[in-house]
């Protein structure tokens, strides 16, 4: 048994270990992961019609199916770490994640919750995306609902997804796509390969075929390279990001949050009453989601609502990561507090 966890490259149903590798941190084992160069990338989406074929050789309801299964798997089975024998219990999995992301466990454990809960009800977001469409509507490309014929035809053979590493629960927007017959082709967080390659390890085991996935650890360059190989993409990432990827419709950005809280007129006098809600919306997983609330916009009241919100916020407490109360995160990399703690001293 070797004395490092090492997770490779999945190649569309092929594993690979590269040359080039990025070490992350561990309080068990060392680990390394694999990093593909743009030329892998494009080389492997040449053959995305025999992910498709695979795809299309099971009928979508059972695709559903292998899609609940995984969700138990994900939530409580023990899994394949990378390469090897050695095997990843869901223990495991959030320590490894709390340490590379600076999550606490708490978080780490909601946010498995979250892509179960996206996972064992795939039918029902199904039903949501489509309106209720009959799953036959993927296996024949058509379907007659309420006397009238509706077809479908995918406008992609493959999905790209540039994923970040802040929030593992973001992981849940790409599992749709396997279970319309979509391959999947997901370049991991830097800190968090951990989420993604242990979803497709719930997946392949639950009935999924490998060529469904693809699995690239790679550069800023690699990633440009495969948001532009694949039919439809979706990136997070900063203002940058956006700007970057604008121009082409096909790539989907999220980019900074700017959710703001905004009490009006008929509701500010009462601004007590609303404070949970400010917290809840300012601090929930731990601020670090897109959609918590960047700032509170109001008419007046302006310092007293500053002071209690400063109040219940200073409250969090900074806990040990391990601590089951715990709510603050950390940040493994550095400069993250560096560049808050400017932002904060130039508004002061």
């Known amino acids: 048994m070797s004395d490092v966890i090492h997770i ?3 190649r569309l149903g092929r594993t690979y270990q590269s040359l080039d590798t990025t070490n992350l941190e561990s ?15 494009r080389r492997d989406h040449l053959g995305i019609d025999k992910a498709v074929a695979a795809l299309q050789a099971i009928p979508c309801n059972t695709l559903a199916d292998y899609c609940e299964k995984a969700a138990e798997l994900f939530l409580k089975g023990n899994l394949p770490w990378g390469m090897g024998d050695e095997l990843q219990s869901p223990e495991d999995y959030a320590s490894a994640l709390s340490l590379s992301t600076g999550l606490p466990h708490s978080l780490c454990r909601l946010n498995m ?28 490309g058509y379907v007659s609902q309420d006397g009238i014929e509706v077809n479908f035809f995918p406008q992609t053979k493959s999905l790209g997804v540039l994923l970040p590493s802040n929030s593992p629960g973001v992981n849940s927007l790409w599992l749709p796509a396997p279970v319309l017959k979509i391959p999947v082709i997901l370049k991991p967080g830097r800190e968090d390969p951990f989420t993604p390659f242990r979803i497709i390890q719930a997946m392949i085991a639950a009935g999924f075929p490998r060529e ?10 690699g990633g440009n390279t495969l948001l532009f190989e694949v039919g439809r993409g979706i990136a997070f990432g900063s203002d940058k990001t956006v700007k970057q990827y604008a121009p082409y419709r096909n790539i989907q950005v999220h980019g900074s949050g700017r959710s703001k809280v905004l009490i009006g007129e008929d509701f500010i006098d009462n601004w007590e009453e609303q404070l949970d809600v400010i917290v809840q919306s300012i601090s ?45 995160c950390g940040f493994s990399n550095p400069g993250f507090a560096k560049a808050i703690d400017e932002l904060i001293e130039s508004h002061l």
């Open 8 to 10: 490779p490259v999945l």
């Open 27 to 41: 309080s068990g084992k060392p680990i390394e992961v694999s990093v593909a160069n743009p030329g892998i990338i």
């Open 113 to 140: 919750g979250k892509v179960y809960e996206a996972m064992a009800n795939i039918r029902a977001i199904l039903g949501g995306l489509t309106r209720g469409m009959p799953l036959e509507l993927f296996d024949n």
């Open 212 to 221: 469904a996935f693809g699995f690239y650890p790679t550069t800023h360059e």
């Open 284 to 328: 929930s997983n731990g601020g670090r989601s897109c959609i918590n609330s960047s700032g509170v916009l109001v008419p007046r009241h302006v310092h007293e609502i500053g002071h209690a919100l400063a109040k219940r916020l200073a409250a969090i407490e900074p806990l040990p990561r391990e601590n089951p109360d715990a709510l603050v």
